[in-house]
């Protein structure tokens, strides 16, 4: 008889499951730097940090750099279906890979905790909360959040992965040639 266990989908240490705690890590810190700029910044307001970067508090109903953001309404949606597609994907993801795989572990984590963050927002406000702006004389970057800063380098962690892998010999431990 086997262990009923065994057929458990989801195990703390099954493949990168362990790095789980990271995604959890951005969901809170994202949720809690965003609940603190709502608390104690008026909307469209601006606190300087340093002459480059700003506090600004503003509301994203779009993706990236806005994309959408003056749709109808629809656009909420359609990033909240696509944000639990791309997370329930993720964490495919992570439980398949080999558990000596860190960094695209790490990054698979840090894009399911910024997916996430991101997601609890528009579930919750319709809109994104975006409030860490750099700016420099008549260049500025648009404002985005921990979130989308944990995609980000959570996408340079899976192409750095990515490169890695790629020159890697894949050929079984007896020397043997891989079967396709």
Request: hydrophobic share 55%; glycine share 6%; aromatic share 12%.
């Amino acid at each position: 008889m086997t262990n009923p266990l065994a057929k458990v989908w989801f195990t703390p240490t099954r493949g990168g499951s362990n790095w789980l705690w990271l995604s959890f890590f951005v969901v809170i810190l994202d949720q809690a730097t965003k609940a603190l700029v709502i608390s104690t910044v008026k909307f469209q307001d601006s606190i300087a940090l340093l002459p480059i970067l700003d506090i600004v508090y503003l509301e994203n109903t779009g993706a990236a750099f806005s994309i959408l953001a003056q749709a109808s309404g629809w656009q909420r949606w359609f990033f909240i279906a696509l944000a639990v597609v791309v997370s329930v994907t993720l964490m495919i993801w992570l439980r398949r890979i080999r558990s000596d795989q860190t960094i695209l572990a790490i990054g698979l984590s840090l894009v399911l905790g910024g997916a996430l963050g991101n997601v609890i927002d528009r579930v919750m406000h319709g809109y994104v909360v975006d409030f860490i702006y750099f700016n420099w004389r008549t260049w500025d970057f648009p404002a985005f959040n921990i979130a989308d800063t944990a995609i980000s380098i959570g996408a340079a962690c899976l192409l750095i992965d990515a490169f890695l892998e790629s020159g890697q010999d894949r050929r079984p431990a007896d020397g043997t040639t891989p079967s396709k």
